[in-house]
Nanobody, 126 residues
Framework: QVQLKESGGGSVQAGGSLRLSCTVS????????MAWFRQTPGNEREGVAS???????TYADSVKGRFTISKDNGNNILYLQMNSLETGDTGTYYC????????????????????WGQGTQVTVSS
């Protein structure tokens, strides 16, 4: 059982910054890829940023240049630094892990991830 727990969400004005964290525990196998997804009521969960165990990253076009995904391997923490936040970034952010190999390019596909956190709310006001 791999357990993921997000933290760092909150309310911020447009243009501000937040840093989300995801702690990983109970891992019995290494993760090939970890990612951040977000979701708003009535919408499908969408991939935001992904990073594989080699440090390669993939970003959704909507967050390129504003968000940075990183990981602290020694402490088993995944981060999402969010700068220049926009109202469209509002949503529940989920940490996800893929324990099976998908490919060499980090994935933003929902079905590629088999472990999920409970989510943390991010609200960006204008």
């Amino acid at each position: 059982q791999v357990q993921l727990k997000e933290s760092g969400g909150g309310s911020v004005q447009a243009g501000g910054s937040l840093r989300l964290s995801c702690t990983v525990s109970g891992a019995t196998a290494s993760s090939y890829c970890m990612a951040w997804f977000r979701q708003t009521p009535g919408n499908e969960r969408e991939g935001v940023a992904s990073i594989n165990r080699n440090g390669r990253t993939t970003y959704a076009d909507s967050v390129k240049g504003r968000f940075t995904i990183s990981k602290d391997n020694g402490n088993n923490i995944l981060y999402l630094q969010m700068n220049s936040l926009e109202t469209g970034d509002t949503g529940t952010y989920y940490c996800a892990a893929a324990t099976f190999w998908i490919g060499y390019i980090p994935s933003l596909i929902l079905a590629d991830f088999d472990y999920w956190g409970q989510g943390t709310q991010v609200t960006v006001s204008s």
